[in-house]
Each structure stands twice: as structure tokens, then as C-alpha cells.
């Protein structure tokens, strides 16, 4: 295993090695201090990142070593092959690791408690973070400028004819709060095309009831999903995500989908993983099994989190085209509708990261895909 | 319920407030500052509650009294010989009264300027909002619209050990200082049993101290509770640590104590016995079960951060609801209740609450301790400074003491302070301010303190973390300039 430098904190991307406490052939613990690593503002610790015997030494004291540089390598059992927890040992204001509120004095506090302010929202600038009541009061500034909050005239309809109220429940209100965020930060374009699925509605008639017979159902879903795998690992740039705070677009090398499922309460969307790594059946059971378990809200918090691209298929209702709403963080939503003959597309991307001429490629690759979906993907 | 006796018209009153202690006069007298009309109901004639009357104060007076002649001795490496001191039992008790009169009747004059009124009698609820008092000229029965509840804890006596004999001591009856015992045995090395033997070791006594546990103290860091241990297997004349004491009968003047030292059973007989082994809630027979107030499997009265309990009308603080039963948490709660019941956003959940041990030498610790952050797998950074490099501790012979701070990798703030030695329970609450502020060690290391203090050992512990103290030099760690 090698130990690299890892990124101590923002802007500290090299140091100067101060000390180096092993020797070649000394057997380290896990997270025994290897060497000492000094930058402007402190000296940080280098701990092993697994327990094991000391190799070689690429460093020597004095060295300036830059971010990802080898420093050490580490050999011996039990060491298992992972990168090393990056440290941050002096970063300006790191989220508290040990899980304690926000740094700010009893009066700020107590003062935001009587606001209703979560300080957890509110960037200090104090040392180490703390918030002072500056912070507080720009803050509050932010707030006020703050594009204003809907509060239309209250309205009394029922001067109009009779109705009825009924609660926006919790549910309602996620729904609303994450569609309001996607769509109010994000710049979307939706690209539309069709596709030609006469092949595949055959395909469907003809081998659906083996799957009926395996106890699960052969369906549209299931065969866009793996014309869609090919393509998102074609396109890693729908696959990802933009970190806003390091401006950077992280690409994922795992393909876990979001599935829109239609309950009682409304829109969820349940993540199916690693559906790069599934056959039709499998992926057939899944999707199965999820929108069950999501129509019953038996489904887990957890089962709900680390999707890298969602998909909507209204094809079971009839929709044609529309415009779905990117699932924050992710970058782009395909809309699937009723295939009459031909099936709708609509491909809804974030055109900070994504540019038209790709969402055209994506699109046309996919419907090709789809138009030559091959026999034997199917066959089981 | 019609069932009021005649002439006994119940008392409409806004507040109420039951208990007198460090909780219940605090809560009244913030109360009535904030301009609510309120009465306070006391079973006992002498207003403070078990801090001023057999807790914090008495102790610390004769802790005062018992460090004075520790001193003398030790004066004489010093060049400074004293003769032994004479002990006047009852001079020394009468001393300590007279503080305790003083306290209580400011606690009570403060009561009369503020329109407080004190009602003396055991209070017992009736229902969710009346409460009858058993007052000297009679029962009263009071209406109230908010009540707080106060009411306190009291030693706890296993029945095993409560003979009614008054050999068998608490806390309470130590406290009173009868006699001098010339054999003492301690039941219990919390900090409780730790002060009162080193009260009894000083005046005479030979102190033997049993506790059940591996360690004095439990629940103090290690290395802070080390010099206590040291101090008191000096002082004392055993410290028997996972020793469990089984049972205890009355032997002529004497108790026989039955106990399990390394596997053998062993009979002692002691001149007296000191029972310290917690404190339970003082709910009997107050009426609860007539109110919607739960309590938690140990008879504790269950609140959220608000202090309010499961009766909307009652709001309950201090030593009845458990937790550190330290008479500053039940003050810091009592105004937490007042303010949550003038309906304003409150907790009393994230207040740092310091504990303090007044042994010799003296442990103080807030915030995050290291066995806590170890036990619930909380990363932190501990510094610490040895009182032997600082200047002020070798002026009072005293370098027998430790600074520590624990600190959050990364944002280096101060989520804990822990101090062992002389006046450490003044020194704490700097901690407790830099954890409250959510300062870092930088703060405090940039913070200029006094030379040549104790205090100083709170800054040069935040240099030690930075491998820049000033007095202590730990290892290589150069910073170049």
C-alpha cells in the first residue's frame, strides 16, 4: 500500500516533510504519525493509514512534497487495500467533526434561538469558525434581500363557490422544497426525441411470460435501463455531479438510478445500485421489488440516497413528452412516455455541466440503442 | 371535590415555587424579577436547600477549617513551625452555623425585597393544580396556574446499611460534626466521600475508604483523579478500591462492618460509619401520582430541554430531575424554566455545566472529558500542561496539579477543560467560558495571563499544543519562521 499526501486542507496543497518518525522495516499501527509535514500555519501529523510493516521511504526530511505525492510505502498483513482517510488537520473552518454545534458564545445562541435561526446555516468568522454576531446580522441581511418569500394576499376563495383544504402533507412539503431547489438553482434544458420500440414491445410479448414465469415482469423500464448503461458510460458527464464549493464536476464510476415511483402521497424516488452490474432479470426483480416496497413506504432511508442519474417513465399512465426536474444533486433526468408507436424521450440536463451538443449525442445514442436492443440481452 | 376543610379557601396564586434550594429561590427570584407574582413553599424553616444547609457550604467551611491546619504542618519544611492545634468541636460547629444563618437569612431578606412570599410547610399536590401545605397554623391550599418543581434529593441510605443507629452517617449527619470518630470507615469514593474524609483524616480521624469500582472519583479522567488518590492514600489510613461492603450491624458502641477485601470476608468494627453512595430524588409522599409528572425508572421527574415536565402546569429543575446534581445546574435550570414558562425559546440541553470535587488537591472539569470522547469514539486532540513547570504552584508547594484542554481536530476548539490542583474549582470557569464561546486554543494561547498565576497554566497548555510553551518543553517540534 502506498501512502500518498493527502489533502490537508483548502489551499494547502504542498508542505515541507519536518519529521520522519519510522525507519525502513518498522512495523507501524494504524494511525501511528509516520512523519510530520509542516505548511504556514502547522505542523500536521502523517498517520498510517492501516497497520503494516515500512517498505520504503520516498521523502527525506526538508523535502517539499505536493498533494497526492508518494510519501511511504507500507507492506504486511492485514493491510487492506484502501485509500488513506484524509486527514484535515488546519483547515479554516472544517465542519465539526465531533459532531458538536456550531462554535458561538451563549448570547448568540441564545439570540438565534429567539430568531429562529439554525446557526448550522450561517457562516462564521470568527477563529475556528466561531459566529459572531456580525455573522448574525449579515446573515439576516442575506435573508431580507433575499428574493421575498411568496406570501400572496390571502385569498378567500370560498367567496367563489365551496372548497374543501386539505394538508400539504410532510411528504408534499420534501417534494416541494427539493423540486424548488433543483429548479431554482439549476439552468435546465430538456431535449426531446423519439424512439422506435417495435422491436422491443416484440421482444416484450414474446419473452414476457418467462419472466412471468420466473415471478417477476419483463418490462419497458427494465430494457431502458440497460440501453441507458452503455451511454452514461459513454457520457460520464451525465453520471456526476458539481461540487459549487471546490468547482469541481465529480464523476462517479458506480451507476446507481433513481426510479421515480407515483405513491399515494406522492413523487419518491428509490435508487436501484450498480445497475451497470445486473442482467434484465435481476434488474426486472429489482425495480419490482423497489416500487412495491416504495408504494408500501417500507422503503429505507438509506435506499433513497446516492442515485447518479433518475429516471421517469410515464409510458404506464400515457404520457408523451415533458420536462422533468433534475433530481439535485444530480445533473440530468431522462422523461420516458407511452411508446404510440414511437416512444417519447425527453433528456433534462444541467447546462453548467453539460452543453447541448452532448445532450443531443446522448440522446440519439440512446435512442439508437434502443432501436437495436438485441435479442439476447433479453433471452434467459 | 368540595372536600377543602372549612376556612381554608384556597390561595389563588400565579407562580409557585416548591423548594427553598439553589434551584427553587433562584427560579422564584428570577420569576418575581421578571415581574410574575410568586410564591415559594419550604418545608424547612431555614431557606438553601441542601447547598446551604448540609451540602456545598458546610463542607466547603470545614474543608476551609481542616486545610488550615494540613497547612501549619506542612509549614514546618518551610521554616515556619506551628504547635498542634487544639480542635474546639464546638467552636468549629458554631462557626459553621453562623455562616449558614448568615447565608439563609440574606436568601430570605432577598425574598422580602422582591414581593417573593415564603410560605413555611410541606407541600403535597392534590392535583395537576393545587397544592396543600402543611403549614405551623395549619393546611393551606394554593391554586396555581404554574408550578416549579424543586423539591431536591437527599442521600441515599441502602436499607442494609440503615440500622437507625446514628453511627451510620450520610452526608447530612457528617455534616453536623458531633464528634471526631477515631476509626471512620467511607462507604463510597465519589466526591462526596472524598471531602468528607479528608474533613475527618485532618481533624483526627483514621479514615479507611471502601469503594465498590476500580477507581475514586468515577466518571474524572484518570490522570486527573491520580493526585486525589495520592493525597488521600497518604492522608487516609487505607484506600480499598473494588471492595463492596455487604452488611453492617450495631456492636455495643461500635459498628461491625461486613466486607469482601481480595476474596476473603472480613468483620471490622468502625466508631462511626459515613454512607456516601448517591443521592435520591425527595418525591415520596408529594402527591405526584395525583399530577400528569412522570418519572424515569429511578424515581427521577422526567422533563425536556425546556424543564417542562409531562403536566403542561409544572415545569421541574435541579437535583429532582437528575443529572449532575450540582447546585449551579439546578440555578442555570431554574432560569431556563422562567423563561420557558414567560413562553421564550430556551434549552437548558447545551448549557456547559462545570463539576467541581473540593478534595485535596481540588478537580474541576467541563465540557468534553477524554474517557467521553473515548467512549463514544469522539476524535479529539488533548494538551496538557504539568502544574510542576508552573512558577505560582512551586510558590505554594503545591505542583502537584494538571491542565488539560481536549480539542477538536481541525477547528483546534476547546470542546473540554479539566483541571487538577489548588483552587482548580476557580480556575474552571475560564474553561467553561472558552468552551461556551466555542473558543479555540489559539484564543487562549493569544490571551495574556497574569504572572505569576495558576492561571497562566490554562494558556501555556494551549502553547503545549502548539509545541510552543513558554516553561515546558516537551519535544522537537520547530516551527520555522
Redesign the interface.
Same mark, same amino acid.
Given at each position: 500500500m502506498e501512502i500518498r499526501l493527502p489533502q490537508l486542507a483548502e489551499g494547502a496543497d504542498s508542505g515541507t516533510v519536518v519529521n520522519i518518525l519510522v525507519a525502513v522495516g518498522d512495523k507501524v499501527r494504524k494511525d501511528q504519525t509516520v512523519l510530520e509535514l509542516e505548511n504556514q500555519k502547522a505542523v500536521a501529523p502523517i498517520p498510517a493509514p492501516a497497520a503494516g510493516t515500512i517498505a520504503q521511504i520516498h521523502v527525506k526530511q526538508g523535502d517539499v512534497v505536493s498533494v497526492g505525492q508518494m510519501l511511504v510505502t507500507l507492506t504486511g498483513e492485514g493491510v487492506p487495500e484502501q485509500k488513506p482517510e484524509p486527514r484535515t488537520p488546519f483547515a479554516e473552518r472544517p465542519p465539526s467533526s465531533s459532531g458538536f454545534p456550531p462554535p458561538a458564545s451563549p448570547s448568540i445562541r441564545k439570540m438565534a434561538k429567539e430568531l429562529g435561526l439554525d446557526l448550522a446555516q450561517i457562516p462564521g468568522s470568527g477563529n475556528g469558525g466561531r459566529i459572531t454576531s456580525e455573522d448574525v446580522r449579515g446573515y439576516l441581511q442575506s435573508l431580507q434581500s433575499a428574493p421575498a418569500r411568496r406570501a400572496p394576499p390571502k385569498v378567500d376563495f370560498a367567496k367563489w363557490g365551496p372548497v374543501t383544504r386539505k394538508p400539504f402533507t410532510p411528504l408534499r412539503q420534501a417534494i416541494a422544497r427539493a423540486m424548488e431547489e433543483s429548479w431554482t438553482t439549476i439552468p435546465h434544458v430538456t431535449q426531446f426525441d423519439d424512439a422506435d420500440v417495435s422491436g422491443i414491445l416484440k421482444l416484450i410479448e414474446k419473452f414476457g411470460p418467462e419472466y412471468e414465469k420466473k415471478g417477476t415482469r419483463l418490462t419497458l423500464t427494465g430494457i431502458v435501463i440497460r440501453a441507458l448503461v452503455p451511454v452514461l458510460k459513454k457520457y460520464p458527464v451525465f453520471n456526476a455531479s458539481l461540487d459549487e464549493g471546490s468547482q469541481e464536476i465529480i464523476l462517479k464510476q458506480y451507476i446507481h438510478l433513481g426510479i421515480a415511483v407515483d405513491t399515494e402521497g406522492g413523487l419518491i424516488v428509490p435508487v436501484l445500485r450498480d445497475a451497470d452490474r445486473k442482467n434484465l432479470l435481476d434488474l426486472s426483480r429489482e425495480l419490482q421489488d423497489l416500487a412495491e416496497k416504495t408504494r408500501a413506504r417500507k422503503i429505507s432511508m438509506e435506499q433513497l440516497q446516492g442515485g447518479t442519474f433518475t429516471i421517469s417513465n410515464q409510458g404506464g399512465i400515457g404520457g408523451g413528452h415533458f420536462t422533468p426536474i433534475i433530481h439535485k444533486p444530480e445533473v440530468a433526468i431522462l422523461g420516458v412516455g407511452r411508446a404510440r408507436p414511437k416512444l417519447p424521450l425527453a433528456l433534462s440536463y444541467d447546462h453548467r455541466v453539460i452543453d447541448g451538443a452532448a445532450a443531443a449525442r446522448f440522446i440519439r445514442d440512446l435512442g439508437q440503442g434502443l432501436e437495436t436492443f438485441p435479442e439476447s440481452e433479453v433471452n434467459i | 371535590m368540595g372536600s377543602d376543610p372549612v376556612g381554608s379557601d384556597p390561595i389563588k396564586a400565579d407562580w409557585v415555587v416548591l423548594g427553598a434550594g439553589p434551584g427553587g429561590y433562584a427560579a422564584a427570584f428570577y420569576a418575581a424579577d421578571r415581574g410574575r407574582k410568586v410564591i415559594l413553599v419550604e418545608q424547612e424553616k431555614r431557606l438553601g436547600g441542601v447547598c446551604l444547609n448540609s451540602g456545598c457550604i458546610p463542607s466547603k467551611a470545614l474543608l476551609h477549617a481542616t486545610e488550615l491546619m494540613r497547612e501549619s504542618k506542612e509549614s514546618a519544611k518551610r521554616g515556619i513551625r506551628f504547635s498542634e492545634p487544639k480542635v474546639d468541636l464546638a467552636q468549629l460547629r458554631a462557626w459553621k452555623e453562623g455562616i449558614l444563618e448568615k447565608l439563609a437569612g440574606g436568601i430570605r431578606t432577598l425574598a422580602q425585597r422582591r414581593g417573593v412570599e415564603v410560605m413555611q410547610g410541606r407541600g403535597y399536590f392534590e392535583d395537576s393544580r393545587t397544592l396543600r401545605v402543611e403549614t405551623e397554623s395549619g393546611q393551606k391550599f394554593i391554586r396555581f396556574v404554574k408550578m416549579i418543581l424543586a423539591v431536591g434529593s437527599k442521600p441515599a441510605l441502602p436499607t442494609a446499611f440503615d440500622l437507625g443507629n446514628p453511627r451510620v452517617m450520610t452526608s447530612t449527619e457528617a455534616l453536623e460534626l458531633e464528634e471526631t470518630p477515631r476509626d471512620l470507615l467511607v462507604v463510597g469514593g465519589g466526591y462526596i466521600g472524598m471531602e468528607l474524609g479528608t474533613v475527618y483524616a485532618t481533624l483526627g480521624s483514621r479514615v479507611v475508604l471502601v469503594e465498590a469500582m476500580g477507581s475514586i472519583l468515577s466518571g474524572v479522567d484518570p490522570d486527573l483523579a491520580r493526585p486525589v488518590l495520592q493525597y488521600a492514600q497518604a492522608a487516609f489510613k487505607e484506600v480499598r478500591l473494588n471492595v463492596k461492603v455487604s452488611k453492617m450491624a450495631t456492636g455495643g458502641k461500635q459498628i461491625k462492618v461486613a466486607m469482601e477485601v481480595e476474596g476473603k470476608k472480613r468483620e471490622e468494627l468502625y466508631d462511626r460509619v459515613l454512607v456516601s453512595v448517591g443521592r435520591t430524588p425527595n418525591c415520596a409522599d408529594l402527591g405526584l401520582e395525583n399530577t400528569k409528572v412522570t418519572r424515569d425508572g429511578k424515581g427521577f421527574v422526567q422533563v425536556n430541554g425546556k424543564q417542562q415536565t409531562a403536566d403542561s402546569a409544572i415545569a421541574a429543575i435541579g437535583d429532582v430531575v437528575g443529572g449532575a446534581m450540582l447546585a449551579h445546574k439546578a440555578s442555570k435550570e431554574a432560569r431556563v424554566a422562567v423563561e420557558a414558562l414567560l413562553g421564550?425559546?430556551?434549552?437548558s440541553r447545551?448549557a456547559v455545566i462545570p463539576a467541581v470535587v473540593f478534595t485535596d488537591p481540588e478537580v474541576a472539569w467541563c465540557g468534553?472529558t477524554e474517557a467521553e470522547?473515548a467512549e463514544k469514539k =469522539?476524535?479529539?486532540e488533548v494538551a496538557r500542561f504539568p502544574w510542576a513547570a508552573s512558577g505560582r504552584a512551586l510558590t505554594l508547594d503545591r505542583p502537584d496539579g494538571l491542565t488539560k484542554l481536549i480539542l477538536?481536530?481541525?477547528?483546534?476548539?476547546v470542546?473540554g477543560v479539566g483541571i487538577v490542583g489548588h483552587g482548580a474549582g476557580d480556575l474552571i470557569s475560564e474553561g467553561v467560558l472558552a468552551v461556551?464561546?466555542?473558543?479555540?486554543a489559539?484564543?487562549l494561547a493569544e490571551t495574556v495571563h497574569p504572572h505569576p498565576t495558576l492561571s497562566e497554566t490554562l494558556m501555556e497548555c494551549a502553547e503545549v499544543f502548539?509545541?510552543t510553551s513558554t516553561h515546558l518543553f516537551l519535544r522537537?517540534?520547530? =516551527?520555522?519562521s
Open positions: - | 421564550e425559546e430556551v434549552s447545551e468534553l470522547a =469522539i476524535p479529539v477538536e481536530p481541525g477547528s483546534e476548539r470542546l461556551e464561546m466555542g473558543a479555540t489559539k484564543d502548539y509545541g522537537r517540534r520547530t =516551527i520555522e
